[in-house]
């Protein structure tokens, strides 16, 4: 059975850090992409990171400077380093996997339940 479950959200100031964890269990983990996507309130989900299964990382503009993700394939583990965080990362963090296209959202077949990030003064 596929598991994705993440963990580390928090309530954090403007400028903390957060680091995110999603544990996967129950699929090749090296073979699949494992992205973390967000979704505030009243908007849609976006990607946020993604960390191929061949070292590739994809990354949308907003993470720059600030984020960082990483895979550690030995403990099927993905890592999402958030730092300078602002009151528009609120959202609830999302973690996916895909065989297919990595930047294809609607390819990831299996999705964790979320961990919510608010950053708030």
């Known amino acids: 059975q596929v598991h994705l479950v993440e963990s580390g959200g928090a309530l954090v100031q403007p400028g903390g850090s957060l680091r995110l964890s999603c544990a996967a269990s129950?699929?090749?983990?090296?073979?699949?992409?494992i992205g973390w996507f967000r979704q505030a309130p009243g908007k849609e989900r976006e990607g946020v990171m993604i960390a191929g299964p061949d070292g590739i990382i994809y990354d949308m503009p907003f993470t720059k400077d600030r984020f960082t993700i990483s895979r550690d394939n030995a403990k099927n583990t993905v890592y999402l380093q958030m730092n300078s965080l602002r009151p528009e990362d609120t959202a609830i963090y999302y973690c996916?996997?895909?065989?297919?296209?990595?930047?294809?959202?609607?390819?990831?077949?299996?999705w964790g339940q979320g961990t919510q990030v608010t950053v708030v003064s």
């Open positions: 996916a996997a895909t065989f297919n296209s990595p930047l294809n959202w609607d390819e990831y077949t299996y």
């Open positions: 129950g699929f090749p983990f090296e073979d699949y992409a």
